[in-house]
């Protein structure tokens, strides 16, 4: 009696894989590879070139700082009434003071209105700040003006010290624009007739703080 012959079915090789599809693979790698050596790369070479070959321009400096800032007399200020003046450590406040006679001619009215329109663009950081008008003489400035500038402070100096305090700040005829920190500290100082958004962008910077 004869046995079944018994049928093997063949089995499946793993094939090889092609010489292109190996190629292809590599050349992934290296893509990837490169890929990742950008990324980190770029960004150093970036600075350096920004930094040694074509560094930005920075603006210049519109205020001149104080090398050592200087506390700022409070007892020798006080309201164009009389009152006593707050000091920035109570109020939280930035204070820019500009000394100018009462009668305020056509480039006193223009530091005025520059020192507005800096505390205005502050935007909701314009609290922060508080502009004072040191009246150098006796002089009550017009209603007018006065109108067109409600959130102006007129402060006067005792007569004792008059001529120290104009000095601080700069002397009578300096005609600065001097600001004090919340610590009672004068720390920065500007021209009366200083680059607008030059003055407009540090004033924002510093009053952040």
């Known amino acids: 009696m004869s046995t079944p012959r018994q049928t093997v079915e063949p089995v499946d090789e793993p094939s090889l894989p092609t010489t292109a599809a190996v190629r292809a693979a590599q050349r992934k790698g290296r893509l990837t590879l490169l890929a990742i050596v950008a990324v980190c790369v770029l960004p150093l070479l970036a600075a350096l070139y920004f930094r040694f070959v074509s560094p930005p321009e920075t603006a210049a400096m519109v205020g001149q700082p104080l090398a050592e800032p200087l506390a700022l007399p409070f007892e020798m200020l006080q309201g164009w009434d009389g009152a006593v003046l ?3 450590e109570v109020s939280g406040k930035w ?3 500009f000394a100018a006679p009462g009668s305020c001619d056509e480039r006193c009215q223009h530091t005025l209105y520059l020192t507005r329109q800096a ?3 502050q935007g909701r950081n314009m609290a922060r700040l508080e502009r004072l008008w040191l009246i150098t003489d006796g002089t009550t400035p017009a209603a007018e003006l006065l109108a067109a500038h409600p959130d102006l402070l007129l402060v006067k100096a005792s007569k ?3 001529t120290q305090l104009l000095a601080l700040l700069g002397g009578a005829e300096g005609r600065k624009i001097n600001l004090v920190d919340r610590r009672g ?3 920065f100082r500007y021209p009366d007739d200083a680059d607008p958004k030059g003055f407009i962008r540090e004033l924002g910077k ?3 703080f």
């Open 86 to 88: 707050e000091h920035p």
């Open 95 to 97: 204070l820019a003071i």
């Open 119 to 121: 505390r205005t663009a």
């Open 160 to 162: 004792a010290s008059d």
């Open 185 to 187: 500290f004068l720390v």
């Open 206 to 208: 510093l009053i952040k």
